[in-house]
């Protein structure tokens, strides 16, 4: 499929916010660092540019490194643009979501999640269109607690709780206007799915994937390391 014929048929765009200080994990920015063959950016959109719905990808990224980032990216298609992030998660996606031109569905993925595959995208993907809004999430199985640095406090039931995860998909108008919204209220959430769900707007779950991990914490890093080899021979 050329990228004209792609063009005619696609029908969502994705947003990757790439432009976090990654201060949790220390070191170089661990979505430009490299994880196997690619950083976790790239890995992310070479997954995202094969799925013949996707004819429009925004990397949002620092600011700084935008020309470098349009370089690594630029032999991957000719539908990918990158522009510049804000000072929080919520304000990159709200910059990639203002690129003209938007496809009717957006896929909102965070740049540290590189083992995103077929079977989670078309999952997202099918619920988006039918829902208007959907996400990837599994079942908390550990025991949850608040606690400070050094003891417990009190427990939360587990049951009914789920980690989120991305990517997260919306038709468009439903995501603009959470943003908007959010922007005007001064509403800050740590993902999509709670700007649009703020005001009772169903959000469809659907499974989400043991895979998919958020490279976070330095331990975090390792664990892509191990899990990379197994991934790339799949
Ligand atoms: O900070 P958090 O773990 O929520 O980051 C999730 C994603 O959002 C990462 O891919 C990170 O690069 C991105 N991000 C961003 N702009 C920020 C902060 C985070 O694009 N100011």
Not at 86 to 96: K, L
Not at 135 to 160: H, K, M, N, Q
Request: glycine share 8%; aromatic share 10%.
């Amino acid at each position: 499929m050329t990228s004209e014929d792609r063009q005619e048929t696609a029908d969502f765009s994705v947003v990757i916010p790439a432009a976090g200080s990654g201060s949790r994990i220390g070191g170089t920015r661990k979505q430009f660092r490299k994880l196997g063959r690619y950083n976790p950016l790239l890995h992310c959109v070479r997954a995202f540019a094969v799925h013949p719905r996707i004819a429009d990808i925004i990397v949002v990224g620092p600011e700084k490194d935008l020309s470098e980032i349009e370089f690594f990216l630029s032999d991957i298609a000719n539908y990918i643009r990158v522009v510049a992030g804000g000072s929080s998660r919520q304000e990159s996606v709200f910059n990639g979501l203002s690129a003209e031109g938007l496809l009717d569905y957006v896929l909102i993925h965070d740049a540290v999640r590189p083992f995103v595959d077929d079977a989670l995208l078309g999952r997202v993907m099918a619920a988006t269109v039918e829902h208007g809004a959907a996400a990837p999430a599994i079942p908390v199985y550990d025991s949850v607690r608040r606690g400070d640095d050094d003891t417990f406090g009190r427990p939360i039931p587990r049951e009914g709780l789920f980690r989120v995860q991305t990517p997260q998909g919306f038709h468009k108008e439903v995501i603009v206007s959470a943003h908007k919204k959010a922007r005007e209220d001064g509403w800050e959430g740590t993902d999509d799915v709670s700007l649009v769900s703020r005001f009772g707007r169903p959000v469809y779950k659907v499974d989400g994937s043991g895979w998919n991990l958020k490279i976070t914490a330095p331990d975090d890093w390792e664990m892509a390391e191990a899990l990379w080899s197994y991934w790339e021979q799949r």
